[in-house]
């Protein structure tokens, strides 16, 4: 079991606690406020609802969390030390070095610092390297990294292993890469807000409207690149690379950070969001990353990619009842509706998936639906037995109850975290000749290897006697 210790449990240290957790590691945290068990708590609630419904199969099952009043303790024989104290550089230059003592011989230690550079960080043979997330860490997979080359390819490996996005800095420069640019940002929007330009809410909604949608899908190049039309990026370099020049932007000067300013931006602030807590934020906040990235899948662009190469490295989900699991997952908040549990119409999404599990386990997979050849749906049977409600883990196996010819015809059934038997799906598929749209019979590996399976559940209980529909 690998293990990680977590230096600072405040809302970075928390975040990293909930990613290494969620992914099956063993996690020990120290920090010495009497508030952390608790804070850290209420991080890791959030993190259990959000991180799972990113992903259509089960994470690793949790690892063991423990918390620790002595530092030495807390990072024995752990593989991968996160340090998230303080930006301070003196609480850093003490910390730092006392991990490493403390650490077993080729451990990572990492520092979540979002400005300090490794040659400022490092005293001795400390060799920390800069491991440098973004909030939510259980969330975004962005991490940069910077120090030497044979140790961040070894951290890159270890985070590509938690579902991370591991960037590693050329070189290395004050505040990386991620927050200069939102520095940049940052201080122009403050500029419009003391020269009474826009309110903290109107800038926030010409980022939340227009750029900050595109930004998550292309970055910056890649939108600038469209812009241009057909030319490309040389036209709009030549176009609007002259307002370059042009007093636009502040970027040279920085406001006077004066009790006026704060003042103003922290009413303003306070207007705008000061009606919800900041828990309530935050799940706010999760919701609405999870549907964006969930959406990024699809195409396999940003954020959503990194997932679903994650999932595909999910180990297999075995077998229940002697029956294949082809579906395991946290069911999302978006499975339910008005009435707390889940939608009916997800009873059968669930099911599709697994279909589709079951498909790539006979050889009916990506490629063979490529070569002109698949399985379409003709009928479905769905017996609602029990509630199902967010955060439930579900879990599918499925009966091949028919496999010869043109037919395929399955038993999907869907078990609750806690072993009631939710919902049954019977499903009726028929093998599709996809350039003739017609029905034909499957290819001799597919046949073979559904009438395997269908020979292995023969013996096995099927389907229950269907009730007859209640009368008034």
């Not at 609630?45 to 918390?67: I, K």
């Not at 749906?377 to 009966?399: F, S």
Request: proline share 5%; charged share 20%; net charge negative.
């Amino acid at each position: 079991m690998s293990r990680a210790a977590i230096i600072g449990g405040g809302v970075i240290g928390g975040g990293w606690a909930a990613r290494f957790l969620l992914n099956g590691w063993d996690v020990a945290v120290f920090d010495p406020d009497p508030q952390a068990e608790r804070k850290l708590g209420e991080v890791l609630a959030n993190a259990r609802r959000a991180l799972p419904a990113l992903y259509d199969r089960a994470l690793p099952p949790e690892g063991r969390l423990s918390f620790h009043t002595d530092m030495a303790e807390a990072v024995a024989g752990a593989d991968w030390v996160q340090e998230s104290v303080p930006e301070t550089l003196a609480l850093k230059h003490k910390v730092l070095p006392a991990l490493r003592a403390a650490m077993k011989p080729g451990a990572i230690l990492g520092s979540s610092t979002s400005g300090f550079k490794p040659s400022e960080l490092n005293t001795g043979d400390t060799n920390a390297v800069v491991a440098h997330p973004f909030n939510p860490v259980y969330l975004l997979p962005l991490v940069e990294l910077v120090g030497g080359a044979a140790t961040c390819a070894r951290a890159a490996e270890i985070l590509r292993s938690i579902g991370m996005f591991p960037l590693i800095v050329r070189k290395e420069i004050d505040a990386h890469i991620a927050d200069r640019l939102l520095e940049a940002v940052w201080r122009e929007a403050l500029w419009l807000v003391k020269d009474g330009i826009a309110t903290t809410e109107e800038i926030d909604e010409s980022i939340r409207m227009a750029f900050g949608i595109r930004w998550a899908q292309m970055g910056l190049f890649e939108t600038y690149r469209i812009a241009g039309g057909e030319a490309g990026m040389k036209h709009f370099m030549a176009q609007f690379g002259p307002a370059l020049s042009w007093p636009w932007t502040k970027l040279m000067d920085v406001p006077e950070f004066d009790d006026e300013l704060v003042d103003l931006i922290a009413g303003q602030s306070d207007a705008q969001s000061g009606h919800r807590s900041i828990r309530e934020l935050e799940r706010l906040r999760d919701d609405n990353v999870v549907g964006m990235i969930r959406a990024l899948r699809r195409s396999g662009s940003g954020a959503g990619g990194v997932v679903r190469a994650h999932e595909a490295a999910l180990p297999d989900l075995g077998e229940r009842d002697g029956l294949p699991v082809t579906a395991a997952r946290q069911v999302p908040v978006t499975w339910t509706d008005y009435n707390g549990h889940m939608n009916e119409t997800h009873y059968l999404e669930a099911a599709s998936l697994a279909t589709d599990r079951f498909m790539q386990m006979i050889g009916a997979d990506a490629d063979y639906i490529a070569s002109g050849r698949s399985f379409f749906t003709v009928e479905n049977h769905i017996r609602y037995l029990d509630e199902i409600h967010a955060g439930d883990r579900l879990t599918i196996t499925t009966q091949v109850l028919l496999g010869e010819g043109k037919k395929m015809r399955l038993l999907h059934r869907l078990w609750r975290g806690d072993g009631a038997l939710a919902a049954t799906v019977e499903t009726m598929l028929l093998h599709t000749d996809l350039k003739l749209r017609a029905s034909s019979l499957p290819g001799p590996a597919v046949a073979e290897a559904l009438s395997g399976w269908a020979t292995r559940h023969a013996g096995m209980a099927g389907v229950q006697p269907r009730p007859a529909p209640a009368t008034a």
